[in-house]
């Protein structure tokens, strides 16, 4: 079974960065996507970011392209999201998901989340 655990979040003030982590473990396939999503309370689930495994093919949400970068170690089952200017608006538990031999692209997983993700971290962004 997949297990994901996210870490790596805090309090930063705008315009500051932070980078999450996401220890991952229990894949079957090598061919695997993860994705970052976040949530604050009142509002949907967003999906941030995704990578897939197999090429490295990467997607970002607009509202975080060009600040964010999602990267991957795979052979630590390691994953990152380096977070940078963060706005108040980024404020949300952050959690990583994955999905096993994805059969769609990035772009519909990013919209629909995946199937499996562990506890999330909070991240505050101060103004």
């Known amino acids: 079974e997949v297990q994901l655990q996210a870490s790596g979040g805090g309090l930063v003030q705008a315009g500051g960065s932070l980078r999450l982590s996401c220890a991952a473990s229990?894949?079957?396939?090598?061919?695997?996507?993860i994705g970052w999503f976040r949530q604050a309370p009142g509002k949907e689930r967003e999906g941030v970011s995704c990578?897939?495994?197999?090429?490295?093919?990467?997607l970002y949400a607009d509202s975080v392209k060009g600040r964010f970068t999602i990267s991957s170690d795979n052979a630590k089952n390691m994953y990152y999201l380096q977070m940078n200017n963060l706005r108040p608006e980024d404020t949300a538990a952050y959690y990583c998901?994955?999905?096993?031999?994805?059969?769609?692209?990035?772009?519909?997983?990013?919209?629909?989340?995946?199937?499996?993700w562990g506890k999330g971290t909070q991240v505050t962004v101060s103004s």
């Open positions: 998901e994955a999905v096993e031999r994805p059969r769609y692209g990035l772009s519909w997983f990013l919209g629909v989340g995946m199937d499996y």
């Open positions: 229990g894949f079957t396939f090598s061919d695997y996507a």
């Open positions: 990578i897939s495994s197999v090429d490295g093919n990467t």
